[in-house]
Structure formats: C-alpha cells, structure tokens
C-alpha cells in the first residue's frame, strides 16, 4: 500500500492500515524522541502521545510536504511539550556569557551517527534539546525560542555552549579550533 493510501486507509479508521503506519515511521521517530527524552520509557511515551496526535490531527495532513515531516514535527513537539512538563528546560545562559565560543563545523561531520547520539545524550537537557533542533532539526532560533519559551538570544547561548561542551568532549586541541574560526565565522557567525 502506498503512502496515499495509507492515509487514506487511517482517515478511514482502519485499524490494519494504522498499525501499518505506525510500525513504519515508529523507528525513526523514536530516534528523534531519544535524541530530546533521555530515559527510554520516557521517550516511547511521548512517541505513543506523539502517534495519537499524528492519528487524531491526520486531516490536518494536505499532502503539502512530506509526510514523514509533518509526523517529525508532530514527534518534536511532543517531545518538547514533555521536557516543558517535566521542567527539563530551565537550564538558560544568555548569549553575553557564551560569546566566543565556537566550534569548527568538521567536527561533528567526521563522526557516526552512533558516536554523535551517545555524545548528545550526556549534554545537558537544555543544551542537547537547542542543538538538536538547530542542527538536526533545521529550526531557526527564533523557532526555537517559541517553541521552548526562550528567548533568541538564550537559543543562541544554549547551542554555542553545546558545540563548546562537544568538543571539549571530543578533545579537540587549540591549535585545531583556531583553524576552524576562520573558516566558520561565514558559516556559523551569521547563523549564530
């Protein structure tokens, strides 16, 4: 059965055709529900809150885009809706207290996808929570901030702050982070 039909299928309240889109998109959005929830019951919790709202909300759904990102979206919320309940996102520094702390853009690109997951999980909540939507995501900070009732400039702080801490975590030497601030002030400094 292809996509629209599924789709189709589930508006239809077919419980065959459900189960049948949940066991294909589950896996991945656990991925992204572990990358935000650290303890794993957690973290299939908000994805079993995150499916109820795919499946009550999935006339929402135009077909504009992709459907696996309308899910994400939906997974990535929940996520944040869980961390914002559990008071997991309290954890600010403004941008003032971070500047100048910056990361070469090589790092991260050299390393497997296992190795950066398992370096994710031991940042702190509000840390790891900004990187991955910036950086895995693709939200703006200003997106950020709205989601996770911040302010820009605390989005800002949080993710430099992450890049630092992964490098220190990384050991990655003076000599070589010099290097990369060259190189990064174009890609990062705007952004940033």
């Given at each position: ?152 400039n605390t989005s800002k702080s949080q993710l430099i702050l992450a890049k630092k801490r992964l490098r220190e975590m ?23």
């Open positions: 059965m292809n996509e629209k039909a599924l789709i189709t299928a589930c508006l239809q309240e077919d419980r065959k055709a459900q189960q049948a889109l949940y066991d294909h998109f589950a896996p991945a959005m656990l991925g992204v529900c572990k990358r935000y929830v650290k303890a794993p019951q957690d973290a299939e919790d908000v994805l079993v809150e995150a499916f109820f709202k795919v499946f009550t909300n999935l006339h929402q759904f135009k077909g504009e885009g992709s459907f696996e990102g309308w899910i994400r979206r939906i997974v990535v919320n929940e996520s944040l809706m869980f961390l914002r309940r559990n008071h997991h996102l309290m954890n600010h520094v403004e941008v003032e207290t971070a500047a100048g702390l910056r990361i070469t853009p090589s790092v991260h690109e050299e390393l497997a996808a296992g190795e950066i997951l398992r370096l994710l999980d031991q940042l702190p909540m509000g840390y790891r929570t900004v990187f991955n939507l910036y950086v895995l995501e693709g939200f703006k900070h200003r997106e950020i901030a709205e989601l996770m009732g911040i302010s820009i990384l050991g990655v030497g003076e000599g070589e982070r010099e290097r990369g601030r060259e190189g990064e002030r174009g890609r990062l400094g705007e952004e940033v």
